[in-house]
């Protein structure tokens, strides 16, 4: 399923964000940027110990924002990796934190001359944010960020599982 936006292309498909060949990939990371489960594992376990290494000399990032690293070796250049808010119940900054999360990957992509992102769902795993909620937040941020740079030419949502896929499929059907 995909959209343009512009001169972009907005997208969603169903898999495994390892194996996107996109110029960046985005990490579901934590803000000690340490190897945790879930798309964090999976992003780590398949490029490689150097993606690691490079997260372990920047060692921090907080909620909201993105570093970026090698993507060792995975077929996409680099790896973004944002940290996502843990929900709370949705009133408590969590809405702001995810769009901030999302808009400053875009913004390091845009930074580093990178034309195409896979993003997995952030926050909508271990730290509970609800996937229809997420999902909205998610596609408008990007849609948004992407009106404004047209530098940008693809965003990729790489979903697991089709609960997830089909409720961004909803959100971006909302949005359009």
């Given at each position: 399923?995909?959209?343009?936006?512009?001169?972009?292309?907005?997208?969603?498909?169903?898999?495994?964000?390892?194996?996107?060949?996109?110029?960046?990939?985005?990490?579901?990371?934590?803000?000690?940027?340490?190897?945790?489960?879930?798309?964090?594992?999976?992003?780590?376990?398949?490029?490689?110990?150097?993606?690691?290494?490079?997260?372990r000399?920047?060692?921090?990032?907080?909620?909201?924002?993105?570093?970026?690293?090698?993507?060792?070796?995975?077929?996409?250049?680099?790896?973004?990796?944002?940290?996502?808010?843990?929900?709370?119940?949705?009133?408590?900054g969590?809405?702001?934190?995810?769009?901030?999360?999302?808009?400053?990957?875009?913004?390091?992509?845009?930074?580093?001359?990178?034309?195409?992102?896979?993003?997995?769902?952030?926050?909508?795993?271990?730290?509970?944010?609800?996937?229809?909620?997420?999902?909205?937040?998610?596609?408008?941020?990007?849609?948004?960020?992407?009106?404004?740079?047209?530098?940008?030419?693809?965003?990729?949502?790489v979903?697991?599982?089709?609960?997830?896929?089909?409720?961004?499929?909803?959100?971006?059907?909302?949005?359009?």
């Open positions: 399923m995909q959209v343009n936006v512009g001169d972009s292309i907005l997208e969603l498909v169903e898999g495994d964000i390892t194996r996107q060949d996109t110029d960046a990939i985005v990490n579901a990371a934590n803000s000690q940027l340490r190897v945790g489960g879930g798309v964090d594992g999976a992003i780590n376990r398949a490029g490689g110990p150097r993606i690691q290494e490079e997260a000399r920047i060692g921090y990032c907080p909620t909201g924002q993105a570093v970026i690293t090698t993507a060792g070796d995975l077929p996409a250049r680099h790896v973004i990796h944002a940290v996502g808010p843990i929900f709370q119940g949705g009133d408590k969590e809405p702001d934190l995810l769009a901030s999360a999302y808009r400053e990957s875009l913004k390091l992509a845009s930074a580093h001359g990178l034309a195409s992102v896979a993003f997995p769902s952030l926050s909508t795993g271990v730290y509970g944010y609800p996937v229809d909620q997420a999902g909205r937040v998610a596609l408008k941020t990007v849609r948004d960020y992407l009106t404004q740079h047209p530098e940008i030419k693809r965003v990729r949502f979903l697991f599982g089709q609960p997830t896929f089909e409720a961004y499929a909803r959100a971006l059907q909302e949005l359009s």
